[in-house]
């Protein structure tokens, strides 16, 4: 059985950064992209970042934190964990944020995405 939890998130103020983390037990994580979305309350779903099974990073999926670098995706496989550190938030970076598991690769469709964690909130406050 497949599992995926994230953790880390909470409530920050502007400005401050925020590590999450992921676990996935029940599959080869080493050989698995592994994703990061987001959901904000009346938006849909969206693609934060992706980090392939290679090592490979896609942290391009929002212009809004990609421009400023303020997005990094990160994967330790010997934890079976990837991480993702978000710098200098704003009260638009608010929502629940997902991790994912890739049928293969990295994409930033959710459909490319197999296995899915419950979420953890990241509340940004002014």
């Known amino acids: 059985q497949v599992q995926v939890a994230e953790s880390g998130g909470g409530l920050v103020q502007t400005g401050e950064s925020l590590t999450l983390s992921c676990t996935v037990s029940?599959?080869?994580?080493?050989?698995?992209?592994m994703g990061w979305f987001r959901q904000a309350p009346g938006k849909s779903r969206e693609g934060v970042a992706c980090?392939?099974?290679?090592?490979?990073?896609?942290?391009?999926?929002l212009d809004s934190m990609y421009d400023r670098g303020r997005v990094t995706i990160s994967r330790e496989n010997d934890k079976n964990t990837v991480y993702l550190r978000m710098s200098n938030l704003k009260s638009g970076d608010t929502a629940m944020y997902f991790c994912?598991?890739?049928?293969?690769?990295?994409?930033?469709?959710?459909?490319?995405?197999?296995?899915w964690g419950q979420g953890t909130q990241v509340t940004v406050s002014s």
């Open positions: 029940g599959l080869e994580f080493a050989t698995r992209g």
């Open positions: 980090i392939s099974q290679y090592g490979a990073r896609y942290d391009d999926y």
């Open positions: 994912a598991v890739a049928a293969a690769g990295c994409s930033r469709l959710s459909d490319h995405y197999v296995y």
